[in-house]
C-alpha cells in the first residue's frame, strides 16, 4: 500500500508542479533531445548555479532549444504573468479510529472536505505583499496498524499511571516522547509528502497532556500536539484539557473548544470537520508558512555580527556573561545544507563609551510607563521603532567604525548588569526587523509575562538570550515566521495562532528549546528559493514588457540572430523555473535552488540581446502647425487638429517609450 502511494504522490506532483495543465508545461525537450535538457543540469559541480549552463552546451544541444515554440510575445507575458505552481502532499494519518470500536471513522468521510483545502494558497509575506507562487496541496488519508495504536494506549496509561505525585483532579503531565518514539519508529521518511498523524488513543484514568522535553529543555506549557524535526506531526484527540494564548487580551488562544475531541458514537462527521479545520491550520503555519518580509537573504555567504554594547568597561570582569555565538551557528547552520550557504556569527564587544552612537540610539528609546499594579510605581521599556530608526540612521558609521562590511546583518545587543526590568515595547527581549535584529537581556530574575498557560502566567526570563536571537536571525535573515502567525486572506492580516508554539521552537514564549523544527528548517530553505524564483520573474516580466511595447520580436528590432538567441533563452529560462518548482514540491531543495539561481543567467542574456538591438533606437518628437482658423471651418478643423494631437502624442509615447528601454 505505501508503495502505491508513493508512486501515486509522485504522479500528483509530477502533474500538479510541472503542469499538465500548467502553462509552463507548453515548452521544454522531448525524449529525443534529452541530451540537451540534461546538459542544462550542472549541479553536481556547480551546486549554486554560477555558471551559464546553456552557454557550455554544445551547437547542437543549444539549436534544440532554438526550434521549439516559444509563441508571440504576447503569449510570453501572457505565461510570465501567471504564478507558479508549487505542490504538497499531505498523508494524514489516523490512528485508533478502527471499525467496530466507538472512534470509527471511514477514510472516506474526509474526501469532500479535504477537496476544498487543495485550491491554490498564495504566497504572502506577513505584510500581505504577494509573490508569484501559488501552493496546491495534495491529501492522502489512511489508517495506522491497529498495533501502533494499541501501543500507544497502553504507553499513555503507564504513564499516567506511573505518575503518582501529581494530586487527584489535576491533569498529569507526561513526557512527549512516551508517544513520539512510537510515531517515530511508524513512520517513514518521505521525499515527497509530509505526514499528519490524529490520534485517538483509549482514554486513562486520569486526564493527560504531553510536555517536549529534551537534555537540559522542558517546554513551558502542556500541549496535546507536537513538531518535530522530521516532517511530521501528531496531535492526539483525547488528550486535554489544555488552553494557552495571551494574557489579557490578543487573538490565537488555545483552548478545549478550539481543538477537535476524540469522537464517540454518532459524533464522527463533526469530529471529520474538526480534524480538517486541524489540518488546515497545519498546513498555513507549518507545511506553507507565510515569509515574514520579501527581503530573504540570498548571499553564498551570511556575515551576522552581534554589536554587545554594555554598561560596564569592556575589560570589566562583572556583569552578564558572554554571547553563545558558537551554539546559535550550531543550531542556524543545521537549516542551511540545501541553501549551501556559509554562516558566520562574530561578536564584538563594545561599552556605551566606545560606541556614543549607540548610546544616543538607546536614549532616544527609553521609555517609562505606570505599572497597572501598584499607583505611582513606574517601569521603563524601550520603543523598538525609535531605536530601529536611529540605529538606521547610525548604522553605516556603527559597521564602519568596527571594520565591519555594508552587508554584515547587524544583531544590536544592549546587555545590561542591571537588575531592572527592562524589555522592548514592555514584552519582547528581542525584535526582528528587515535590516537587523535589536535584542537587551538584563540581570532580572523572572517575572510573569504576557501569556498564560493553564491559567497560570508564563514567566519570562530577561537573562535568557540564545533563544531570541536565535528566532530573530532567523525572521530578520531568511524571513522564517513565527508558528503562531500566519497572513490571512480574509482577514487581511496576519492571523495568530499558538497552538504549534509549544514544540522545537526558538520562537515565542511556549517552547523550551532552541533547537528548530521541519517547519524552519524547510522555511529556511524555502524562502531562499522563492525569493530567486520572484526576482527572476519579476525582471522577466519587465522584460518581456519592454520587448512588447517595442516590437521586439516583430521584425523591428531584433535580427534574425537576436532572435534565436532570444527564443532559445526564453525556452530555457522557463525549462528551469519548470524544475524549479517542480524540485520544490518534492523537497528537493537543492535542486530547486540551482534551477531557481541557473535562470538568472537566461534572463540576464536575454537583456543582453534587446540591449544591443535597441542600442540604435532614439526619441524623436515630430511636432505639427496648426491649421490656419476660419470661423467657416471651425467645426472640421477641431476634429482634424484633435486627430494630429492624438496622433503626435502617441509618436511621442511610443518612441519615449524605446528611448527608455
Known amino acids: ?103 470509527w471513522i471511514k477514510e472516506s468521510q474526509f474526501e469532500p472536505y479535504l477537496e476544498a483545502l487543495k485550491a491554490d494558497v498564495r504566497t504572502r509575506t506577513l505584510d500581505g505583499l504577494e509573490m508569484p507562487i501559488h501552493t496546491s496541496f495534495y491529501f492522502e488519508v489512511s489508517k495506522s496498524s491497529k498495533r501502533l495504536a494499541e501501543a500507544i494506549s497502553k504507553a499513555v496509561s503507564d504513564s499516567v499511571e506511573a505518575a503518582s505525585a501529581t494530586p487527584e483532579g489535576e491533569i498529569v503531565s507526561i513526557p512527549h516522547s512516551v508517544v513520539d518514539t512510537l510515531v517515530r519508529d511508524e513512520y517513514t521518511k518521505s521525499e515527497l509528502s509530509y505526514t499528519i498523524y490524529v490520534l485517538a488513543p483509549q482514554k486513562p484514568r486520569r486526564d493527560y497532556a504531553y510536555h517536549f522535553e529534551a537534555p537540559g529543555v522542558r517546554s513551558r506549557c502542556d500541549s496535546t500536539v507536537f513538531v518535530g524535526a522530521e516532517r511530521y506531526v501528531w496531535i492526539d484527540l483525547t488528550a486535554g484539557p489544555v488552553s494557552y494564548g495571551p494574557y489579557m487580551r490578543g487573538e490565537g488562544l488555545v483552548t478545549d473548544t478550539t481543538l477537535p475531541r476524540a469522537p464517540a458514537g ?17 498546513c498555513r503555519h507549518l507545511l506553507s508558512p507565510s515569509l515574514a518580509h520579501p527581503y530573504v537573504r540570498t548571499d553564498p555567504r551570511v556575515h551576522v555580527a552581534v554589536l554587545r554594547i554594555t554598561d560596564l568597561p569592556t575589560s570589566s570582569p562583572a556583569g552578564p556573561s558572554g554571547v553563545p555565538a558558537d551554539l546559535m551557528k550550531q543550531e542556524l547552520s543545521a537549516a542551511l545544507g540545501a541553501t549551501h550557504q556559509e554562516l558566520r556569527v562574530s561578536v564584538t564587544q563594545l561599552s556605551f563609551g566606545d560606541c556614543p552612537l549607540c548610546t544616543v540610539a538607546f536614549s532616544r528609546a527609553r521609555r517609562s510607563h505606570s505599572s497597572q499594579r501598584a499607583l505611582g510605581s513606574f517601569h521603563g521599556h524601550l520603543d523598538s521603532t525609535e531605536l530601529h530608526h536611529w540605529l538606521r540612521v547610525f548604522m553605516g558609521r556603527i559597521l564602519h567604525e568596527n571594520h565591519l562590511g555594508p552587508d554584515t546583518v547587524p544583531v544590536v545587543l544592549f546587555d545590561l548588569a542591571t537588575e531592572e526590568l527592562l524589555l522592548f515595547d514592555r514584552t519582547e527581549q528581542a525584535v526582528s526587523f528587515e535590516d537587523m535584529v535589536v535584542a537587551v537581556r538584563t540581570m532580572a530574575g523572572e517575572v510573569p509575562g504576557g501569556f498564560v498557560c493553564d491559567g497560570k502566567r508564563v514567566l519570562l526570563a530577561p537573562h535568557e538570550l540564545q533563544r531570541p536571537l536565535i528566532a530573530g536571525i532567523l525572521r530578520t535573515v531568511w524571513a522564517v515566521p513565527p508558528e503562531h502567525l500566519a497572513w490571512g486572506e480574509a482577514q487581511g492580516a496576519p492571523l495568530p495562532d499558538y497552538l504549534w508554539s509549544t514544540s522545537l521552537t526558538p520562537f515565542g514564549p511556549f517552547g523550551g528549546s532552541s533547537a528548530l523544527s521541519f517547519a524552519q528548517r524547510d522555511a529556511v530553505s524555502r524562502n531562499v528559493i522563492f525569493a530567486a524564483l520572484n526576482h527572476t520573474v519579476f525582471f522577466t516580466r519587465e522584460l518581456v514588457k519592454t520587448a512588447l511595447e517595442v516590437g521586439a520580436e516583430d521584425g523591428g528590432v531584433l535580427d534574425q540572430a537576436g532572435l534565436r538567441t532570444f527564443t532559445q533563452r526564453w525556452n530555457v529560462l522557463v525549462h528551469k523555473l519548470r524544475h524549479a518548482t517542480h524540485a520544490v514540491s518534492v523537497h528537493d531543495f537543492p535542486g530547486a535552488l540551482y534551477y531557481a539561481v541557473s535562470a538568472t543567467h537566461d534572463l540576464d542574456a536575454m537583456q543582453d540581446v534587446l540591449k544591443e538591438a535597441m542600442r540604435d533606437l532614439r526619441t524623436e518628437l515630430e511636432c ?13 478643423a477641431a476634429t482634424a487638429l484633435g486627430a494630429l494631437a492624438a496622433a503626435a502624442v502617441a509618436v511621442y509615447v511610443l518612441r519615449a517609450a524605446l528611448n527608455r528601454a
Open 624 to 636: 505639427f502647425s496648426d491649421p490656419a482658423f476660419s470661423l467657416a471651418g471651425a467645426a472640421g
Open 1 to 103: 500500500r505505501r508503495i502505491a502511494l508513493r508512486a501515486l504522490l509522485a504522479l500528483l506532483l509530477a502533474t500538479a508542479s510541472t503542469g499538465v495543465a500548467s502553462p509552463l508545461d507548453r515548452v521544454g525537450p522531448g525524449s529525443k533531445n534529452a541530451r540537451a535538457e540534461a546538459g542544462l543540469n550542472r549541479m553536481v559541480e556547480d551546486p549554486l548555479g554560477f555558471r551559464d549552463s546553456f552557454a557550455e552546451l554544445s551547437g547542437a544541444e543549444q539549436e534544440v532549444w532554438a526550434w521549439m515554440p516559444a509563441g508571440t510575445t504576447e503569449d510570453k507575458m501572457k505565461l510570465i504573468s501567471q504564478p507558479l505552481n508549487v505542490s504538497v502532499a499531505v498523508e494524514l494519518k489516523l490512528v485508533g479510529f478502527e471499525e467496530g470500536s466507538l472512534r
Open 266 to 282: 454518532d459524533d464522527s462527521d463533526s469530529a471529520v470537520l474538526e480534524i480538517v479545520g486541524v489540518v488546515q491550520r497545519a
